[in-house]
T-cell receptor
Framework: NAGVTQTPKFRVLKTGQSMTLLCAQD?????MYWYRQDPGMGLRLIHY???????AKGEVPDGYNVSRLKKQNFLLGLESAAPSQTSVYFC?????????????FGDGTRLSIL | SQQGEEDPQALSIQEGENATMNCSYK?????LQWYRQNSGRGLVHLIL?????REKHSGRLRVTLDTSKKSSSLLITASRAADTASYFC???????????FGSGTRLQVQP
C-alpha cells in the first residue's frame, strides 16, 4: 500500500517551460488536493477535487491547471513556468467529503524555476 | 490567507521535557487538525478534534480546543529526539471543503 505517490520528486525548469506533476493514490479516496509550501510558510491550497471529473480553485490557483480524469490520479500543470512558482508542491487525499477526515500527503515535488 | 497561526514559531527543548504549541484561528470551524512534517517529507496527520470537543488524547499527545477563544494547543509529553519536526495546525472552516493550514512551529528536541 503506497498511499500517495508524487512524481517527479525534483525538477528544474526554465522560465516559460511547461510541465505536469502527477499525484497517484491507492486508497480509493474521493478528495484530492494540491498545495504549495514556501519557506517559513504553511501550505497554501492551489486546486482540489471532490471526485473524478471535478476540480475547484483553492487559495492560489493562478498559473496552474489541474485534471482528475481518473479517481486515483490528480495532475497539476504549469503552462508557462515563472520563478515565483519555485516551491515544494504537495499532493494530498482524503476519504470522502473532507469533513472529519484526515488528509494523507505525498512526500512532495521540489520544483525550481530558473 | 492563513487561518491558523502557530505560536511559537520555533521551540527548542531537552529530551524528556514537554512541548506546548498553540494555534489561533479566525473563523467558525468544523474541526481542527494537527500535522507533523519531518524535514524533506510530507505532512503526517496526528490528531483531529471536532468543534464540539474540548480535549483529546492520543499516546503522548494532548490537544485542547477553546472555540470561544478560537485557539487550540498541542502538548507533547516526555519529548524524544524523534519528535524533532515542524508542527502545523489546520482548520476545516464551516462551509468549506478544504483545510487551511497555519505557518507551523519548528520543534527541536535536543538529546
Amino acid at each position: 500500500n503506497a498511499g500517495v505517490t508524487q512524481t517527479p520528486k525534483f525538477r528544474v525548469l526554465k522560465t516559460g517551460q511547461s510541465m505536469t506533476l502527477l499525484c497517484a493514490q491507492d486508497m480509493n479516496h474521493e478528495y484530492m488536493y494540491w498545495y504549495r509550501q514556501d519557506p517559513g510558510m504553511g501550505l497554501r491550497l492551489i486546486h482540489y477535487s471532490v471526485g473524478e471529473g471535478t476540480t475547484a480553485k483553492g487559495e492560489v490557483p493562478d498559473g496552474y491547471n489541474v485534471s482528475r480524469l481518473k479517481k486515483q490520479n490528480f495532475l497539476l500543470g504549469l503552462e508557462s513556468a515563472a520563478p515565483s512558482q519555485t516551491s515544494v508542491y504537495f499532493c494530498a487525499s482524503s476519504l470522502h467529503r473532507g469533513s472529519n477526515q484526515p488528509q494523507h500527503f505525498g512526500d512532495g515535488t521540489r520544483l525550481s524555476i530558473l | 490567507s492563513q487561518q491558523g497561526e502557530e505560536d511559537p514559531q520555533a521551540l527548542s527543548i531537552q529530551e524528556g521535557e514537554n512541548a506546548t504549541m498553540n494555534c489561533s484561528y479566525k473563523t467558525s470551524i468544523n474541526n481542527l487538525q494537527w500535522y507533523r512534517q519531518n524535514s524533506g517529507r510530507g505532512l503526517v496527520h496526528l490528531i483531529l478534534i471536532r468543534s464540539n470537543e474540548r480535549e483529546k488524547h492520543s499516546g503522548r499527545l494532548r490537544v485542547t480546543l477553546d472555540t470561544s477563544k478560537k485557539s487550540s494547543s498541542l502538548l507533547i509529553t516526555a519529548s524524544r529526539a524523534a519528535d524533532t519536526a515542524s508542527y502545523f495546525c489546520a482548520t476545516l472552516d464551516t462551509g468549506r471543503r478544504a483545510l487551511t493550514f497555519g505557518s507551523g512551529t519548528r520543534l527541536q528536541v535536543q538529546p
